[in-house]
């Protein structure tokens, strides 16, 4: 089945920093890869998403990368704020399946 | 336009006993997921719902059951209860077969 590694775990930036997350997955099969912002103790939101007939996607301050032939993406957030704490999921999955399988994680703290 | 739903939204359980938790999707979708979210991981598929059957399941054991209603509505079924089972239960709906899901607000269990 599909693997996805998701680093760092834990990420503390300044206000005003960019933040990048990192994903890699194993079944080159998946073309569909969701990143979700969780709150303390609140559902995950689904942020930005792409699909792998596309290389970037951007929606305001974020973006998402994906390199199909390295099996890995990234989710880049320029000039954070505090607003911006949060646990950040990604998660690849394939057509036919739909069902996405998660990484474990990154708390992005974003300090004033 | 109401979103995910899903009661109770705490539950406090003892080992052997079982379960009922209850979805709600959102309005116009038709296609229900269930996850587990253990504390500091990212959500775990168990099954999806989709025209009142299981079409997807995840690595659970048969204690994990559910149910969908002709109204799209939901509920995960976990029998025998062990500690390990304690967790937040996560519901995300989707339309047919397109790949992006929305979540609710998710049930924390405790099994003491």
């Known amino acids: 089945g599909e693997n996805v590694e998701q680093h760092p775990s834990t990420l503390s930036v300044q206000e005003g920093d960019s933040a990048v997350i990192k994903c890699t997955y194993s079944?080159?099969?998946?073309?569909?890869f969701p990143w979700y912002k969780q709150e303390l103790g609140k559902r995950p939101q689904l942020i930005i998403d792409?699909?792998?007939?596309?290389g970037e996607k951007k929606d305001q301050r974020i973006a998402v990368t994906l390199n199909k032939t390295a099996k890995h993406f990234s989710l880049h957030i320029t000039e954070t704020q505090p607003e911006d704490s949060a646990v950040y999921f990604c998660?690849?999955?394939?057509?036919?399946?739909?069902?996405?399988?998660f990484g474990r994680g990154t708390s992005l703290i974003v300090h004033p | 336009d109401a979103g995910v739903t899903q009661s109770p939204t705490h539950l406090i359980k003892t080992r052997g006993q079982q379960v009922t938790l209850r979805c709600s999707p959102k309005?116009?979708?038709?296609?229900v997921s269930w996850y587990q979210q253990a504390l500091g991981q990212g959500p775990q598929f168990i099954f999806q719902?989709?025209?009142?059957?299981?079409?997807q399941r995840g690595n659970f054991p048969d204690r994990f059951s559910g149910h969908q209603f002709p109204n799209y509505s939901s509920e995960l079924n976990v029998n025998a209860l062990l500690l390990g089972d304690s967790a937040l239960y996560l519901c995300?709906?989707?339309?047919?077969?397109?790949?992006?899901?929305?979540f609710g607000p998710g049930t924390r269990l405790t099994v003491t």
């Open positions: 719902y989709y025209e009142e059957e299981e079409r």
């Open positions: 079944d080159s099969a998946s073309n569909y």
């Open positions: 995300a709906s989707s339309f047919g077969g397109r790949l992006e899901q929305y």
């Open positions: 309005s116009g979708h038709d296609t």
């Open positions: 998660a690849a999955s394939k057509g036919g399946s739909y069902i996405p399988t």
């Open positions: 792409i699909r792998s007939n596309v």
